[in-house]
């Protein structure tokens, strides 16, 4: 493909990404993360992945998106917006991470990015790849570095200056040139915000390295069997995943409200009484919860999470 060819594509990307409301795009050479691959290795070695097996797993696809996708020559990552600043009116009613409000975010941004990938393939040709939206092998966050779309701040997540952190992250790998954006800097400076205000001690005092095993939302949602005795009175009252380091990050000041109609929370998703979380019923679970990533949880699960916050 030649430079024009190239940047006319790359600009098709964009701008089509732009019109299906992706907030971000950023775009990388395909190749082994080295560097990343090592720190991954450490991080598996000292058993921060808890129970996650399946993080130990396909360890060189991880690392190299080639490996996934045959002749991947690019790695186009995607930020899409769920910040919703909307409340529970209860302030007693356990918490639900703002990211599980609405419908699940695996099928909702799945389906854009599959529409994206055929509206590239009708306008320029043959091109083959694969979508991800946190459901492979991938290091999203190192890729979404990588292509200049935000930098991984103290408490692992990726962090723009332009809106804060909350965001789906989601890759189109494919096997076409593209043209290639740069790293930013990291823009924590001396800020321990995150680090500080985490209820669990999960985050290292030096930042950059999460013990996922003493994670909130790893607790509530990833790890099936019992919750360990010693987080009892350090779940802040959520039941479902954790917003904390991402509520006091100063750069979350410039999060502005999704535009996702599928994002909305259920009706009585946020008007829920503390009492009627205790004594939810399944059926009440499936109705409110009905297409929703909670679902991963299942009903035993949150009763679970319920359960355990109880004072």
């Not at 975010?105 to 854009?112: D, I, Q």
């Not at 809106?163 to 890759?171: D, I, N, P, R």
């Not at 909305?264 to 503390?274: F, G, S």
Request: net charge negative; hydrophobic share 35%.
């Amino acid at each position: 493909m030649n430079n024009i060819h190239r940047t006319n594509t790359t600009h098709l990307l964009r701008q089509k990404a732009d019109e299906m409301g992706f907030q971000f795009v950023g775009i990388s050479a395909a190749r082994e993360l080295t560097e990343e691959a090592r720190q991954l290795e450490k991080w598996l070695n000292q058993n921060h992945h808890g129970k996650m097996g399946y993080m130990a797993n396909h360890f060189d696809k991880r690392i190299d998106p080639r490996k996934l996708v045959d002749g991947a020559k690019s790695v186009v990552t995607l930020l899409y917006n769920y910040h919703n600043p909307a409340e529970q009116t209860d302030p007693d009613a356990p918490k639900i991470s703002q990211y599980a409000y609405g419908k699940d975010y695996h099928k909702v941004v799945k389906h854009k990015l599959k529409d994206l990938l055929e509206y590239l393939q009708e306008q320029i040709g043959e091109i083959s790849g694969r979508c991800f939206v946190d459901s492979a092998p991938v290091l999203e966050r190192d890729w979404a570095k990588h292509s200049g779309s935000g930098w991984i701040g103290k408490n692992t997540l990726l962090i723009t200056k332009e809106q804060g952190s909350y965001f789906f992250l989601a890759e189109l790998i494919i096997d076409i040139e593209l043209d290639y954006d740069g790293a930013i800097k990291d823009y924590c400076g001396r800020c321990t915000r995150c680090i500080d205000a985490c209820p669990t001690d999960a985050i290292s005092p030096e930042g950059y390295w999460v013990d996922g095993s003493k994670c909130i939302s790893y607790l509530t949602i990833e790890l099936k069997e019992a919750l360990p005795k010693e987080m009892q009175g350090k779940m802040d009252n959520w039941m479902f995943g954790c917003d904390v380091c991402q509520q006091v990050c100063p750069w979350n000041r410039f999060a502005q409200k999704h535009q996702e109609s599928a994002f909305e929370p259920h009706a009585d998703l946020l008007d829920m009484t503390q009492s009627d979380w205790q004594e939810i019923t399944e059926e009440v679970f499936r109705k409110v919860f009905q297409k929703s990533a909670v679902k991963r949880t299942k009903y035993s699960g949150l009763k679970r999470n319920l359960d355990f916050l109880k004072p």
